[in-house]
């Protein structure tokens, strides 16, 4: 699900989005492409130390949009590329790889874990 293209971009430091929405009323909060960490069965780990509003969200609907990118990595016509993700979250308090976001991450106090069912290049 996760192309080499989307790795390529998160090997270069960007802005991430991540949309979550509930009771009708959609909610941002930024973070770091050097801050995404992506498992081997391509779910991605996102050290957490506010977002408490997106955890209330994914609480009442688990769906989430993320969009990363950069302008170093070359995209369909010229330079900078980015992806429009989707998937299910959850936030981790617990468990080997919360302890393992926390040993590169100190300040995190939960892990949002991003299930993708979706990444498709935007540019």
Request: glycine share 8%.
């Amino acid at each position: 699900m996760l192309n080499e293209k989307l790795l390529e971009v998160l090997s270069h430091e960007g802005v991430v989005a991540i949309a979550s929405c509930s009771n009708n009323e959609a909610h941002l909060v930024n973070t770091w492409n050097s801050y995404v960490n992506v498992r081997e069965d391509g779910r991605l780990l996102i050290p957490a130390a506010g977002m408490r509003k997106t955890q209330n969200n994914v609480e009442l609907n688990n769906k989430v949009k993320v969009t990363i990118g950069s302008k170093e990595v070359m995209g369909y016509k010229r330079l900078g590329t980015g992806f429009l993700i989707e998937g299910t979250a959850k936030f981790l308090e617990a468990g080997s790889e919360f302890d393992m976001m926390k040993e590169k991450f100190s300040f995190l106090s939960r892990v949002l874990e991003i299930t993708v069912t979706s990444a498709k290049q935007t540019l």
